[in-house]
């Protein structure tokens, strides 16, 4: 007998147009069958060769405390964020470098931060280890010595899992802002040293009254990054 919990039914148009990153979650339970469902589902995401190249390591309950303890006391002892592999470019050009500041300042424009509040910058940063007040945290990893199609491979998983979990009326927030702390989480998942984290994830139900779950990114329309031939 499927002892999975029922496949709610979520437009996929609506799912995919509706996500957003979440950063303030309702302190309500989400069971790992419901989890367990959610990365089976996902797994279906394509990869070269079907080598499904992902690895997740789910955290809730004291674990996902213990974690987010040594995480913020890291923080607010203002040790330095060495990021395990380069995310971002070297160096920043546009229109990148514009689309990153604007998401910034309106991200803090709505939690009413002004600019040059560093104190305040540093504490919503801090809630990152908290996984924003959500009660699952999943990580993405990846073994070391994988291809750059295998992270395409784990990019594809990982939107999945983002959108399938908008099925079961929860929400998500990619973080790769564990990655910058990599050995300290490493060592509570029990990591090997053969596996890299490519990201975090907060997994929960969302706080709609929260407002900077009301915050929505502006996106470029097809038509700004799309060359279309032969049409």
Known sequence: MDQHPALPVL???????GRRSVRAFLPTPVER?????????AARAPSGS??????????AGEAR??????LLAAHEAGEPEVPEYPYYPESWREPYLGRRRKVGWDLYGTLGI???????MARQHGRNWLFFGAPVGLFFSIDRDMGKGGWL???????NVMIVAR?????????????YRHAITARHLGLPDSEIIASGMALGVADWSAPENNFTTEREPAAGFTRFVGF
């Open 65 to 70: 405390a213990a974690l987010s303890a040594e």
């Open 153 to 159: 491979d784990l990019g594809m998983f990982m939107e």
């Open 33 to 41: 069958p419901t989890v367990e469902r959610i990365l089976d589902l």
């Open 114 to 120: 002004a600019k040059g509040d560093r104190a305040a």
């Open 11 to 17: 437009p996929v148009l609506d799912a995919v147009a």
């Open 50 to 59: 079907n080598i499904q190249p992902w690895k997740v390591h789910a955290i």
């Open 167 to 179: 099925g079961f009326g929860l929400e998500t927030c990619p973080q790769a802002a564990f990655c």
